[in-house]
């Protein structure tokens, strides 16, 4: 009961925007995978026939903006069924699949790209920079249509996020290749290609390691990052009648959606439903976790003298934990 009372209660500011939103979401994602997908088979064609590999960079590019786009679109898909059978938690980390799945396609382009690229410093291929420049702006208009419809839909998803961001690099890159068209048509300085290309690279793998390192954390079952586990614990120890926090977990299932675990010791004369429903509030109000599961039990009266969580007889409860897991917060003695 403790847990799924506040599950989607007020607290719940986790990407609990499901129903409408979520279809408006796979709408405005739609949108930007078509705008994408049309624009990208036009450009691959120029850049063949232009010999720009800036535009094939960008094409590329554009690639993994709908590749994430539609693993955007099958994770909401996926994430939004329900929890039944195996999937305790429904399939919410396919997500965090899909964002770990973007970042590696941009590390493996972009290492091909600057190998391309390189190769093109050193020994210029002729470009027909005319092409490369009006298919260059035309992409700059595209990507500003499409960075501004995925910005419509909910970005506090990694997933959404990870999409927005290849969008967002995506205008960049272009920028960079009509600007290096611009050079090419001005003083015929073919080498302005490969150079765009390479700035294509940079912001790639940015964009990958973000996304890999954010969606690595949440594999690594690592605290969001906003929380700090061991001050999290202290606030926790300092509420009224709380004598000892252990075997702390938090988690997150997918992004924006954190979990909590603890086993809490109470003082032997103390409320263990008001301290339980104390601490929930604690943790819906400032830190916007609302998905919690507390252990409480009273804490027997060696806890109190014996300070050493190894030794055997801390406890005469044979439910304690024998071993706990990470650090344990202990109250002080001279805190009330």
């Known amino acids: 009961m403790s847990d799924h009372d506040h599950e989607h209660g007020p607290g719940g500011h986790a990407g609990h925007s499901h129903g ?72 919410k980390r396919a997500e ?22 390189v190769r093109r410093l050193i020994d210029p291929p002729p470009v027909a920079g005319g092409p490369m420049l009006v298919t260059a702006l035309a992409g700059i208009a595209v990507n500003v249509v499409a960075t501004w419809c995925i910005s419509k839909a909910n970005r506090t998803s990694l997933n959404v996020e990870g ?39 940079a912001l790639m793998v940015k964009a990958a390691y973000g996304l890999l390192r954010d969606s690595g954390r949440i594999f690594l079952e690592a605290a969001p990052a906003d929380v700090d586990p061991d001050a999290l614990g202290d606030r926790l120890v300092a509420q009224p009648d709380v004598v000892e926090v252990h075997d702390l977990h938090v988690w997150q299932i997918t992004s924006g959606q954190a979990a909590l675990s603890a086993h809490v010791l109470v003082e032997p004369g103390g409320d263990c439903h008001s301290v339980r429903r104390a601490l929930e509030d604690v943790l819906r109000r400032d830190y916007g976790i609302t998905h919690t599961t507390l252990q409480v039990d009273h804490a027997a009266e060696q806890v109190l003298q014996v300070a050493l969580p190894g030794d055997r007889n801390a406890t005469d409860d044979p439910g304690h934990c024998e071993a706990p897991h990470g650090p344990v917060h202990r109250e002080e003695p001279h805190h009330h």
């Not at 232009?50 to 996926?78: F, K």
């Not at 973007?102 to 600057?114: E, M, R, V």
């Open 163 to 201: 999409a927005y961001q290849h969008v967002l690099n995506d205008l960049f890159a272009f920028i960079g290749t009509a600007v290096a068209a611009l050079l090419v048509v001005l003083t015929g300085f073919e080498r302005a290609d490969p150079i765009a290309t390479l700035v294509v690279v």
């Open 96 to 117: 965090i699949l899909s964002a770990q799945a973007n970042g590696l396609t941009l590390l493996l382009l972009s290492a091909w790209l600057a190998y391309e690229a």
């Open 20 to 91: 409408v939103s979520a279809d408006a979401d796979r709408r405005w994602l739609s949108v930007a995978l078509a705008l994408i997908a049309a624009f990208m088979t036009v450009e691959v064609v120029v850049g063949i026939v232009a010999g720009s590999l800036a535009l094939i960079s960008d094409a590329a590019h554009m690639l993994t903006d709908a590749a994430s786009i539609v693993l955007a679109l099958i994770a909401m898909r996926l994430a939004a069924r329900p929890a039944r059978g195996g999937f305790t938690y429904g399939l």
